[in-house]
């Protein structure tokens, strides 16, 4: 028979000084997709907006996490005005003091604006002290009013406390232990999983079985079991470290499966078997040429796995398992709107609920974008 | 055969000015831009060029089945002679509905098709049975034993042993070359006018490519089919075709029958590619040839010869000036290049 | 087949054993016991219970061994005589608890799980084929929202909106007239009233993830060259949609089913204990609590079993459902 030939592979000259993606490296490719996601990039300034508010918690919070007033129970949100009662408008805008009275048929407290009292709204201000950043002495909040006059932008629970404190302090909780519980469980994942699938043989087989078997665990009873085992009265920061480990140690399992899974396959790679045959030694073959493989996959999982731990965060909570009083977190903050009376009279009491969905679904469409962005065959 | 004897052969498909825009991110993109040709009853047409010229999608469009997305004129004309009632009277393919009745009665009935991935396009969830006899009960009987019987005798005309217990195994169980058997099988069982094949034996390997075509060739003869060979191979060609259309950037470079073609090519780009295939007898030492440079994507492209940056013979100010159009060189070949146009007087 | 089925349930028996070594573990691990949580409510309404009651009741229940001892009593009966233990809360043995409760839990469970399918499949396949319209847009919207709302939030407010629309929040799964009444058509269209909310509820997460597992891989499925070997065919979209990307899809959704059930067992505790239905999560989150171990310990055993179960029924459907699996086992 005759020679069959075949054409169509000509020599690909590329013309000189041109930006052609094919020659980017790893990372700069996943940006570039990265940025053509409009809906992750968004997310990632949300997100980016979120975790400053917990970081200055603190200085951004009119009140602190103790401050409650009696005088205040279940108080409406206030509105920020710029015209007053007499149609006066005012460039700084103010709020009106709350006065409380009886609704004369339910004999139900209800509270109204008193338009004789009004305060403006003032930056600055010298507040209650607190440890700027967990490290500094301040006493400067962002905003507030001269006292004795109160500002309650998103209401007050049931003790008289401000919402919208308790909510950039508990965003502190709330944001912080799906991160710590992540970062922990990333970093035993890659650890086991990469022990698993780089040296295979017997110690592969034990690690299999007991991922095996805490997998087989149903999530959310063995959270309710571990979290009733922690003791009702010990410290809040005890209490955080308790709750981040019991979320890291179920939560690492499904990463080093994806961490053994990529080093069984990448391993058999012939550019690793080559640098092998060539006496490089396993530390370098791991980082140089197996983690670069990967890497991005597990940043995408790892990323997917946050929105879980903050719902499991919140479900916790909400049934007095997680983090306690005197410190809260949005899941504790939602407690009270168990009941639907509170969401019927005292509907601003779901707004926690605002901010957990928003924090979810913020990191929901970050992982999607990422995921999009390291998988290279995705346009 | 003279060129003179393939012109009088009647026309089965008349395609002209077939133009396919797709809608991109930077701008549209021009991915077949109007292209003419013919297939003769009974004769073979080679469609060739790199990848990415446009000869998949020019083949899927005969039967508007190229994604929603391709933006499709022109008008591909079907002068079926078995058609009762509408014979000898041309149908525009490009004009029906493409989820209609009609066009549907056409696919796989007077055009079949065959493809490069035989592993893909069958699906991995039926046995190779249930798809061969999906396409006889659509077009042939509605009765499944006859339908079975007709697809172990296209099975067995393949060349395919122990049909009754091929037919109830599924494709992973077949190996490349027998699945492009049961994919030929497949499209012939309905006894079809045109049999499009694109890019039939890319995926084989090169013996099996060699069994495949002899056995195109046979059923070619028994059936009197016609066939629109797209293919990037040139040796595939010269075996196979009786005329060549070569196809660059959406265009149709040149087209001649297809002794023309190896013995008197006139394009630029029809002597590169000549050059850069490998000769029995060859000088040895001596490299082949290979063009120069990188198909360009024609998105946004001003009318100008799309060969014009690889061109070795380019007149700059002429051919990047203008759009080409086709010259007739003799009464079967035309070519699309500003050498043998009049107006320039290249030779 | 058979003897790919028989080797992963051979499997799982290592795994059970283990598990209900680690299950008595972490109900052992709370501080202090049933006794001393008996004796702490006891005290709370007015009762004295002295360090020899203690002692006598912790006796009495067998508390007083070691835990060792404990577990292999445990265990030995479970194997032995097929007991599970007393439940101390309830005063009866710990099976007639889980009995009392398994019906509408099964209930419950199975609409949910059949509510998931039937409402993610056909939306999943419109989004993919309807990809980036409005309707796409809209269901995936909804389903990130789904996902992204606490289960018992989203109890509370539908509740909420129960009440506002119809007057009545539909807590429980019966109207106070049925709850001890004899079973009845009014009985029945009562319990199918009261499972709407539960139901969306349990269901959502599960439907919400499945919608865009069933888009994604209908996408694919869509992209895939036998879809135009189809086409090239003859046969009418309507027909290659079915036939073909379809039950493609549905393949790694139908292997889901088993994990799913697990899922929907436990992931309804939250919303139970919220909307105070009669079935099991609460009871056995109660137990949990108030250190009714061998009730916990049942519970948590059932899970772990249940979860395993899951994923052998997940693993076998799938080896069943792919040819290319099924196949190999052709003529063993």
Redesign the interface.
């Known amino acids: ?8 592979k ?4 590329k013309p000189a000084g041109s930006n052609d993606v094919n020659y980017s490296s790893q990372w700069r490719l996943m940006y570039l997709r990265f940025k053509k996601h409009k809906l992750a990039r968004v997310s990632l300034f949300v997100l980016a907006l979120l975790y400053m508010g917990a970081l200055f918690a603190q200085f951004l919070a009119p009140y602190g996490l103790q401050n409650y007033d009696s005088k205040y129970v279940n108080a409406p949100p206030m509105k920020l005005r710029f015209v007053d009662a007499e149609g006066k408008f005012h460039i700084r805008p103010f709020v009106y003091e709350l006065k409380s009275a009886r609704d004369p048929e339910t004999m139900r407290k209800i509270f109204t604006s008193d338009t004789e009292k009004r305060y403006p709204l003032q930056f600055f201000v010298k507040g209650e002290s607190y440890k700027f950043l967990g490290l500094v002495p301040a006493t400067t909040r962002l905003i507030g009013v001269e006292v004795p006059g109160r500002i309650f932008l998103l209401g007050t629970d049931a003790l008289g406390r401000d919402l919208l404190s308790r909510i950039l302090l508990g965003s502190q909780v709330s944001l912080s232990i799906p991160l710590v519980g992540v970062g922990i469980s990333f970093v035993l994942g890659l650890i086991i999983g990469g022990v698993s699938g780089y040296f295979g043989g017997w110690l592969d087989s034990v690690i299999q ?1 007991i991922i ?2 805490i ?8 959270w ?3 979290s ?2 922690i ?1 009702p009265r010990i410290p809040v920061v005890r209490m955080y470290i308790y709750i981040v480990i019991i979320f890291a140690f179920i939560e690492w399992t499904g990463l080093a499966r994806v961490v053994r899974g990529k080093f069984i396959s990448l391993k058999n790679e012939d550019y690793v078997v080559a640098a092998k045959i060539a006496g490089v030694g396993d530390a370098k073959i791991i980082v140089k040429h197996l983690l670069p493989g990967f890497i991005s996959y597990l940043v995408v999982a790892t990323t997917l796995a946050i ?1 879980g731990m903050i ?1 499991a965060e ?2 916790m909570s ?2 007095g398992l997680g983090i306690r009083s005197p410190a809260t977190s949005w899941g504790v903050l ?1 407690q009270e ?4 009376d509170n ?2 009279l005292y509907p601003w009491k ?1 707004i926690p ?1 605002g901010t ?2 928003l924090t ?2 913020t990191f ?2 970050l992982g999607d974008g990422l995921r999009d962005a390291a998988d290279p065959y995705k346009r | 055969m003279t060129a003179e004897a393939v012109q009088t052969q009647q026309p089965l498909l008349r395609v002209r000015d077939l133009k396919i825009r797709i809608q991109m991110d930077n701008g549209v993109m021009n991915a077949v831009d109007g292209v003419d040709f013919e297939i003769r009853k009974g004769k073979t047409l080679g469609l060739v060029g ?2 990415g010229c446009g000869k998949s999608l020019t083949s899927r469009a005969l039967l508007s089945i190229n994604p929603k997305e391709c933006e499709t004129s022109g008008t591909v004309a079907y002068l079926s002679s078995s058609e009762p009632g509408a014979a000898g009277k041309p149908l525009n393919l490009l004009s029906l509905d493409p989820n209609g009745r009609q066009i549907r009665s056409i696919r796989g009935r007077k055009i079949a098709m065959i493809f490069q991935e035989p592993m893909t396009a069958f699906s991995p969830m039926y046995t190779i049975g249930n798809q061969i006899t999906e396409a006889i009960l659509i077009h042939r009987t509605r009765n499944k034993k006859e339908a079975k019987k007709i697809a172990l005798e296209m099975l067995s005309k393949v060349g395919i042993s122990d049909q009754e217990k091929r037919f109830d195994q599924y494709p992973h169980e077949f190996s490349g070359g027998m699945r492009q058997r049961a994919m030929i099988s497949m499209a012939l069982s309905c006894n079809p006018e045109l049999l499009i094949a694109d890019e039939p034996t890319t995926a084989l390997d ?2 099996i ?2 069994q495949v075509l002899e056995l195109m060739k046979t059923l070619q003869q028994e059936f009197g089919m016609a066939i629109l060979l797209v293919t ?5 060609i010269a075996e196979m075709c009786d005329e060549v259309a070569v196809m660059y950037l959406g265009k149709i470079v040149e087209q001649a029958p297809v002794k023309e073609i190896f013995h008197n090519p006139k394009h630029p780009y029809t002597k590169g ?1 000549l050059r ?5 007898g060859g000088n040895k030492s001596k490299r082949l040839d ?5 198909v360009p994507i024609p998105v946004n492209m001003p009318p100008m010869c799309g060969f014009y940056e690889r061109c070795k013979d380019r007149m700059e100010g002429i051919c990047n000036a203008q759009s080409v159009p086709a010259t007739q060189i003799s009464g079967s070949h035309t070519v699309r290049c500003f050498l043998y146009s009049d107006q320039h007087g290249g030779e | 087949m058979l003897q790919y089925t028989l080797k992963r349930i051979l499997l799982v028996i290592p ?1 059970v054993v ?2 209900s070594v ?1 299950v008595f573990y ?2 052992q ?3 202090g016991d049933y006794v001393s949580n008996y004796a702490a409510e006891m005290s709370v309404a007015g009762e004295v219970f002295t360090q020899e009651d203690m002692d006598a009741m912790r006796a009495d229940l067998g508390l007083d061994r070691p835990v060792y001892e404990q577990y292999f009593i445990w265990i030995k009966d479970i194997v032995v005589h097929g007991d599970f233990g007393f439940s101390f809360n309830y005063n009866k043995p710990v099976l007639a608890v889980i009995e009392q409760y398994m019906g509408l839990t099964l209930t419950v469970s199975l609409v949910t799980m059949a509510f998931q399918y039937l409402v993610a499949i056909p939306i999943g396949i419109y989004c993919a084929v309807k990809q980036y319209s409005i309707g796409d847009y809209f269901f995936s919207g909804l389903s ?2 789904g ?7 989203m109890a ?2 539908l ?2 909106l129960s ?2 629309w119809f007057g009545d ?1 539909l807590l429980g799964l019966f109207s106070a007239e049925y709850v001890n009444a004899e079973w009845s058509m009014a009985k029945m269209i009562d319990l199918a009233k009261h499972m709407v909310i539960p139901v969306i509820v349990i269901g959502l997460s599960g439907t919400a993830d499945l919608i865009r597992v069933m888009r994604g891989q209908m996408l694919d499925e869509l992209n895939k060259p036998n879809v135009v070997t189809a086409r090239a065919k003859g046969l009418s979209e309507r027909k290659i949609l079915f036939k073909y990307p379809t039950r493609a899809a549905l393949n790694p959704i139908v292997s889901t089913f088993g994990w799913s059930l ?2 929907i ?3 309804s ?2 919303t139970a ?2 909307l105070n239905l009669p079935i099991q999560g609460p009871v ?2 109660n137990a ?2 108030g250190q009714d171990m061998y009730l ?1 310990g049942t ?2 055993l059932f ?2 079993l ?3 179960l899951g ?1 052998l029924i997940s693993d076998i459907l799938l080896a069943w459902l792919d040819p290319k699996i099924r196949t190999e086992f052709r003529g063993t």
């Open positions: 028979m005759k020679l069959l030939p075949v054409f169509g000509s020599t690909v000259v079985r095996e078997i997998r087989s665990f149903p999530t959310l009873p063995l309710m079991a571990l009733a085992a003791p929105p719902l919140t479900a909400f049934l939602l709107a168990q009941q639907i969401i019927a779901i609920l957990v969905i979810v679904l929901n469409f | 790199e990848s090169v013996t490519q060699a990037h191979d040139l040796g595939i590619l850069s295939m490998p000769r029995l290979s063009i120069e440079g990188a | 795994v283990f598990i680690i972490i109900i691990l709370p501080p990130f929202l996902m992204a709302t606490p289960h018992f939030l509370v407010i509740m909420f009440y506002t929040p697990t899922s067992f436990t992931g505790t939250i204990i919220v056995m989150f949990l609590l916990a519970w948590l899970m772990a249940l979860t395993v994923t």
